[in-house]
């Protein structure tokens, strides 16, 4: 399954406003705003909570980790299949919380294709975005890592940021689609972001940690 353009992915994270019970409820609103507005919405959740969400939504889901392993001996890593198993049609890969090593990341991404499913990774520079480009992954999600979880989006303090990232990746790899992440909080922010060549956004606490998540979700899919 593919993911549409434009795009907005939630990023669970592991708030308690988003795992277990919440993770659900959550889940429900995005998919109940997806349906109603007809606009493209996923999901990325903990590895613990995909089988559960997955049989009761019908957006895409993801999950937030995935190791570059095959089935053996690999204690505490999440394989590839395992995910896709329980209903993930992907995974967020080198989150600024959850970076890897450039081989490591090569070898998620590899084991990734090898399995049918989507990686989105995040990369916190043009220069970053450069090197993953260079795997030929369906996203990459450009995030300043100074800027997450605050009230200021890479598109309003850094927009050369996404104009540049976007070229650079289309240069290298004219298939991948360029998503904004890092303080992405309201419509003006999605708006601009694609104003700048961002085909998406990921975005985390500013909907997680809402007091009216479903409020903020449905401003911000009517920038697309």
């Given amino acids: 399954m593919m993911l549409k353009t434009p795009i907005l992915i939630v990023n669970f994270k592991t708030y308690s406003h988003s795992t277990g019970e919440n993770a659900l409820k959550l889940a429900k609103i995005c998919d109940e705003i997806a349906k109603k507005t007809g606009k493209s919405i996923a999901v990325a959740v903990l590895p613990e909570d995909i089988n559960t969400i997955s049989k009761q939504i019908s957006i895409p889901v993801l999950a937030q980790h995935?190791?570059?392993?095959?089935?053996?001996?690999?204690?505490?890593?999440?394989?590839?299949?395992?995910?896709?198993?329980?209903?993930?049609?992907?995974?967020?890969?080198?989150?600024?919380?959850?970076?890897?090593?450039?081989?490591?990341?090569?070898?998620?991404?590899?084991?990734?294709?090898?399995?049918?499913?989507?990686?989105?990774?995040?990369?916190?520079?043009?220069?970053?975005?450069?090197?993953?480009?260079?795997?030929?992954?369906?996203?990459?999600?450009?995030?300043?890592?100074?800027?997450?979880?605050?009230?200021v989006s890479v598109s309003t303090a850094k927009p050369k940021i996404i104009s540049k990232t976007v070229k650079i990746v289309k240069r290298k790899s004219p298939n991948t689609v360029v998503l904004c992440g890092a303080g992405v909080n309201s419509f003006d922010d999605v708006k601009k972001a694609l104003e700048l060549g961002a085909q998406g956004v990921l975005v985390a606490s500013a909907i997680v940690k809402s007091e009216n998540p479903k409020k903020v979700i449905e401003e911000m899919v009517g920038a697309f």
Avoid: W
């Fill in 66 to 151: 995935v190791d570059g392993i095959e089935y053996g001996s690999h204690t505490g890593h999440v394989l590839p299949e395992s995910i896709k198993n329980h209903g993930a049609v992907g995974s967020l890969l080198n989150h600024s919380e959850d970076q890897y090593r450039f081989r490591d990341l090569k070898k998620a991404t590899m084991r990734m294709k090898e399995t049918g499913m989507i990686s989105v990774i995040c990369a916190a520079s043009p220069r970053m975005s450069k090197k993953v480009a260079m795997l030929n992954p369906e996203f990459v999600a450009v995030e300043l890592s100074e800027l997450i979880g605050g009230d």
